[in-house]
């Protein structure tokens, strides 16, 4: 483990797990490389720093938001509840979002700055909004970035509310949209009721390295989004990067966040100079995360050593000079003849394994239900609720409860319910990729 002093804000460390262990002729190395950022602000007044924070809030407002009006009620109730969260100092606005995108408050390109009379301000405004119209959710997304590029905080964040499908642009449009928004703000996204797509809002929180979540009932919007913006405003460091540097002849396999919730970061890396690559994380409070790292390294004899890896935290600079690393770990490969050293399994890898197969055949077992095909989903279902009991998923095995009806968690033998609410198969599938920490 290695940790950097940093002036202000959290600090950063980084903490290997691995078996470094390699056969003769071995060559995959895995390790977890879990991230923890302490002793920094975690949502309260004295985290982060007056102006630090922007925050851009879009609420569907399509004409299906008043079927029924509690969809639209709640809504409003939400962002009213998010607002009094925001600290004082914050830069905020709010975009009303239909086939076309409008702001709602202040008004006139620009942002507010959070303090007594602006909160309130902005809730006489969202009381006055009402639902018409249809859905076009990358004119949100642009106007949010417009609105956030003005702002000089260094944490640029939104979140997003919808409730139905995007029928109003091309899924073009909107992969375009997120594309010029990638990498300039975060984003949380929301669906509310259970008329919208998955794939949609999953997609945004995705690419814009946010949280995606179902809201079935627009009662638990108030209590979501307060939840939501105390976790932005304990955000502190903006902008981190995990650098994966490797030596000549090693490639890299794999690079996955395995918690809180699994997403692939291969096709996200940048180049950082000869044999490195940045693969951004997003803003950090206090926190902890794990990255499942795996690289192949060429064949070696017994007795040699070799570094398969070294993994930093990296900031941008905002002078524009070279970036500061915050943190850094090392991978290492050992070569042994001891079978007992070379075949051992990290528990720590073998645990992630585990609940990255368990986020896949989820997806795969509800795509078949979804498709006819009820021995494949039963295979792969009953496979799942294998997964999540083994590894003490306990908020899984319960969303898979009821899609399936468990006979044996222990063997993943299940029965394909005769009829599920589709509130509850949204939730599983939004929530597949949750994952739970394995137990050190």
Partial sequence: MANFAKPTGPQFSVDVYQNEFLPEGGRDVNAIVTVTATGGGTGGPSAGSAGSTAVVLMLDCSGSM??????????????????????????????????????????????????????????????ALTASGGTAIGTWLRLADRLLSAAKAPIRHGILLTDGRNEHESPADLRAALESCTGRFTCDARGVGTDWEVDEVRGIARTLLGTADIV?????????????????????????????????????SLVKQVAPTVEDLVGRRSEAGPRAGDYPTGSWGDESRDYHVSVRVPEASIGQEMLAARVSLIVPDAAGGPPTALAQGLVRAVWTDDMVMSTAMNPQVAHYTGQAELADVIQQGLDARKSGDHDGATAKLGRAVQLAAASGNADTAKLLSKVVDVVDAATGTVRLKAKVAEADEMTLETRSTKTVRVKK
């Fill in 66 to 127: 008043e079927y029924p009006p509690t969809k639209m009620r709640g809504a409003r109730e939400a962002a009213a509840a998010a607002i009094d969260t925001l600290r004082d100092g914050t830069a905020f606005a709010l975009v009303a979002g239909t086939h076309v995108a409008r702001e709602v408050y202040p008004g006139d390109g620009r942002l507010a700055t959070a303090d007594a009379r602006t909160r309130e301000e902005a809730k006489r405004a969202l009381r």
């Fill in 216 to 252: 079935a009932d627009p009662a638990g919007l108030k209590a979501d989004f307060t939840a939501m913006m105390e976790h932005v405003m304990g955000k502190e460091v903006a902008d981190v990067a995990l650098r994966l540097w490797t030596p000549v002849g090693v490639e890299i």
